[in-house]
């Protein structure tokens, strides 16, 4: 029977490569690391180096105007894609969705941990103190 150090040893490093083989995917292209130059680590997101060149343009081009709206040339990235490419995105998508919700209950467990309210966490989130209850509490 191994003893509980190699017992936690051997849990660490399965935890790494499983961590190591993940595939990355941009929250918004969809593209995995392999495909792109570089890919930016947020809470539970991921961005290109060719999606920020995007932002870059769309604020550049958004600094000059005075009003709050985007440009007129602005085309939304589905605008372009057929239905298959469309439909080929949805899951980089739903994983992008799931590894928010896993950051954001992360983050929320946090906030429990440290003792902050139900009612505060529900007004940061913009929804009463029940509602947030409903959705972060552990489950027993």
Known sequence: MPSASTTTSSTATTSRSTE???????????KSSAEVAKL???PGVYI???CIGLCH???????GSSGGSAPAEWVPPWASL?????????PGLAASVD????SLVAWVGQ???RGVSWARIGSALGMT???AWERFAPQL
């Open 57 to 63: 343009d769309v604020l550049a081009a958004h600094a």
């Open 20 to 30: 190591r083989d993940r595939v990355f995917r941009c929250s918004f292209c969809t």
């Open 48 to 50: 290109c180096d060719v």
């Open 111 to 113: 906030l429990r941990e």
């Open 99 to 102: 590894r928010v919700e896993t």
């Open 129 to 131: 103190r029940q509602s």
């Open 40 to 42: 930016v680590a947020g």
């Open 82 to 90: 057929s239905d298959d490419e469309l439909l080929a995105a949805l």
